[in-house]
């Protein structure tokens, strides 16, 4: 693993000999690079050894993964090892959505790596059908991992049993589980569970629904609260907002992209999957290249999107994290919906979770989903609640890597101005800011006005305007319907035939350009005359903001062609351009 935890965020007096674990175990830890343990896995880990419940609040990013995994598959191997010939599933991992249940198997495989026999893992998470999967649960795996919805299917069709074997519970992302109406089939599978099973609970927020948690069963657990200002993480993520027009935000994504004022790489958050495609339509006018992910691409698609994205093969991937939030501009049923759920956002109304549980139960396409080096999370949209806030910014500084978060905020006096960019939300944008950041004074951090020299920006208006004129809602209709065909496509292909080629997903890409009705090919190069005299810095007032980024450790095919070609403009200002042009074809 290239990550390389933070001294603030891993705990320098603790290291992982120090909790005597089984040496298969051990052996598998030191592979993956990790030089201490971070600090809920330091706090959390010597206490599950001891055989107490859990219930830890950390920060996303901050590793909670492996302070579960640790001690489950200790006691795992020690059972085996006391007892060879015992059989049955010894611990059951829940996670919110199929994502996640993969993050969660690749890490426990990394840490079975040499006792992977003896602590064999099944994730049933997965689009295979039930029948397909039974005959990987009747070999009894020691580690299930699942969604609820799945775990409690099987457990009632009798291919899944808890009694009398299972020795551990992991309810991992529990705050996540809670919001998308996960809450009854948990409850039925915690019920389904033997007495006195050692649970973990594992949370980003400690919500009240997740404190409920605690009354089903569990034995008094430890509670662990990792405030933010536990790990100094205000070092880490510097947190932005601007305040902007609607049209104006899509001149300032313009010039950030364009003129690289984030380096690295960056999650653009919207509000409807609609809104998604415009973005990257209107990005593609200019040359920039990104990838949609949405709760309407197939899982296959979006798992491998987020691996490539991982792999540093796209820089900016705009994500749609909210299902129940699909509202578009114009269209009045939503639009009713949208102003019933106005003073109640926090909790969403029961209308919106139906319809999202409608769309799909196991969506999650971002939330607690492990990106890796992410530099910037720019909320295009505003999510409406603070704790959505907190799950996305919770995307960058990860692993004690630095970042930056900046949000768009539409001051209601400029909401509904411009029919073609209005995002409903958007009209509660400054109450729910209030509320974010009341939350993160309550953290010990703020979020600080981002400036744009504007007198700069506006050079690039017309443009943008241009550029925006060309995205047309029945552009971006066709360019959804097309995408979804193509992923389908690719997701089919990429089930059959990448199983046996692993090395052909490398030619896989889901950053095409999907082209509006009008393609301007003079817009993708920025004019000498456009350019600010300092190049990208010049357009931010304040020189020492915003400029987050990170250098990618080890090898990386793309960034050293990239290094190559700004070597090669050597001399005058190199067009940042460049370095997004060049890509593979498929
Ligand atoms: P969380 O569940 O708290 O959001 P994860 O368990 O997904 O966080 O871990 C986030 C990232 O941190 C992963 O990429 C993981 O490999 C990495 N990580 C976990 N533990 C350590 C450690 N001790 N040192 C360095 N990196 C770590
Ligand atoms: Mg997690």
């Known amino acids: 693993m290239s990550d390389s935890p933070d001294p603030s965020l891993v705990d320098q007096d ?13 052996r598998a830890i030191a592979r993956l690079d990790y030089s201490n343990p971070t600090l809920v896995q330091a706090k959390a880990i010597p206490l599950a050894l001891e055989g107490k419940d859990i ?30 010939t015992e059989k049955g599933t010894q611990a059951l991992i829940l996670v919110p959505t199929r994502e996640l249940a993969e993050q969660v198997t690749k890490s426990i495989e990394q840490l079975t790596l040499y006792s992977a026999k003896v602590c064999r893992c099944v ?37 899944l049993s808890l009694r009398p074997s299972l020795t551990y519970l992991v309810i991992d992302e529990a705050d996540l589980l809670m919001e998308y109406g996960h809450e009854e089939d948990l409850k039925a599978v915690v019920k389904g569970c033997p007495k006195g099973v050692q649970t973990f609970l594992m949370s980003a927020t400690l919500t009240k629904e997740v404190e409920s948690i605690k009354n089903w069963g569990m034995r008094k657990p430890a509670i662990l609260r990792l405030e933010e200002g536990d790990a100094d993480s205000e070092s880490q993520l510097l947190q932005y907002q601007v305040k902007c027009g609607e049209e104006e935000k899509f001149l300032l994504v313009y010039v950030i992209f364009k003129l690289r004022l984030v380096k ?11 809104r998604g495609y415009r973005v990257k339509l209107f990005l593609e006018q ?46 009045s049923s939503d639009d009713e919906a949208a102003v019933k759920h106005e003073d109640n956002s ?59 978060a900046l949000s768009f905020v539409v001051p209601l006096d400029q909401y509904g101005k411009h029919k073609a960019t209005t995002c409903l939300t958007a009209k509660r944008d400054e109450k729910v800011l209030t509320r974010i950041e009341k939350e993160q004074e309550k953290r010990g951090t703020s979020i600080k006005p981002y400036a744009f020299d504007m007198s700069q920006v506006d050079a690039f208006r017309y443009r943008m305007e241009d550029a925006l ?12 319907a097309k995408e979804l065909r193509q992923e389908i496509l690719t997701s089919e292909k990429l089930k059959r035939h990448f199983e046996e080629n692993p090395q052909d997903l490398q030619h896989l890409r889901h950053d095409l350009e999907l082209h509006p ?42 960034r050293k062609n990239r290094a190559i070609n700004r070597a090669k403009g050597k001399g005058k200002k190199a067009d940042p351009l460049k370095t997004f042009k060049g890509k593979g074809k498929r």
Do not use: W
């Not at 990104?290 to 899982?299: F, H, R």
């Open 517 to 558: 009705n009008r393609v301007q090919p003079h817009l993708k190069h920025v004019p000498e005359y456009l350019m600010p005299k300092a190049g990208g810095e010049g357009v931010m007032e304040k020189r020492n903001v915003g400029f987050v980024g990170f250098g990618k450790v080890g090898e990386n095919r793309i």
């Open 469 to 480: 004129r060309a995205v047309t809602r029945a552009a971006i209709h066709t360019a959804r």
């Open 264 to 274: 690295g790489k960056t999650i653009v958050f919207v509000n409807d999957i609609d």
């Open 55 to 84: 219930l830890a609040r950390a920060k996303t990013g901050s590793g909670k993964t492996v302070a579960y995994l640790i001690p489950i598959i200790q006691g795992v191997l020690a059972r085996k090892t006391a007892n060879p």
């Open 346 to 404: 926090e909790r969403p109304s029961k209308k919106r979770k139906r319809s999202g549980a409608k769309q799909d139960k196991e969506y999650g396409v971002s939330r607690g989903v492990d990106f890796q080096n992410v530099s910037c999370v720019l909320n295009f949209d505003l999510p409406t609640t603070v704790s959505s806030y907190i799950h996305r910014i919770g995307r960058t500084a990860r692993a004690g890597k630095s970042g930056m």
């Open 123 to 159: 994730n049933v998470a997965t689009p295979l059908s039930e029948a397909v999967q039974k005959p990987l649960l009747a070999s009894l795996p020691e580690i299930v991992v699942s969604t609820p919805s799945r775990a409690l299917a099987h457990i009632n069709s009798g291919s």
């Open 14 to 26: 603790v290291t992982f000999t120090s909790f005597n674990l089984d040496p298969r175990l051990q």
């Open 286 to 331: 200019f040359g920039i290249r990104s990838c949609v992910l949405n709760a309407e691409l197939p899982v296959n698609s979006r798992l491998h999107i987020v691996e490539e994205f991982n792999k540093d093969v796209y820089d900016i991937i705009i994500a749609t994290d909210e299902a129940d939030l699909n509202v578009h501009a114009g269209d």
